[in-house]
Nanobody, 127 residues
């Protein structure tokens, strides 16, 4: 198993930037694909970004493409989400997720593709 802890959330003005971190412990982090999801009040959880085991392949939701960058440092057992040009609609709780193979029966873009989750970190973007 792997345990995930997010950090880096906070309050930022529209147009600003934040970097979220996801620290993993337990099993070797490089054995897991990592993803970021978010959930706004009253809305369903949605996919934000994903990164494969080595970090050589990334994929994004259309809503964040060009503004957010996902990365990972397997030596530090940490995944990151660099968020830029933030908009009020980016507000929500951001969750880190991991799975040994989220593409087994899915695309890696839905919550059910991931077996491990962090507790979430709040991101609030003011207008």
């Amino acid at each position: 198993q792997v345990q995930l802890v997010e950090s880096g959330g906070g309050l930022v003005q529209a147009g600003g930037s934040l970097r979220l971190s996801c620290a993993a412990s337990g099993r070797t982090f490089s054995r897991y694909v990592s993803g970021w999801f978010r959930q706004a009040p009253g809305k369903e959880r949605e996919f934000v970004a994903g990164i494969n085991w080595s970090g050589g392949s990334t994929f994004y939701a259309d809503s964040v493409k060009g503004r957010f960058t996902i990365s990972r440092d397997n030596a530090k057992n940490t995944a990151y989400l660099q968020m830029g040009s933030l908009k009020p609609e980016d507000t929500g709780v951001y969750y880190c997720a991991a799975d040994s193979n989220p593409f087994r029966v899915g695309t890696g873009r839905t919550g059910r593709d991931y077996g491990y989750w962090g507790q979430g970190t709040q991101v609030t973007v003011s207008s």
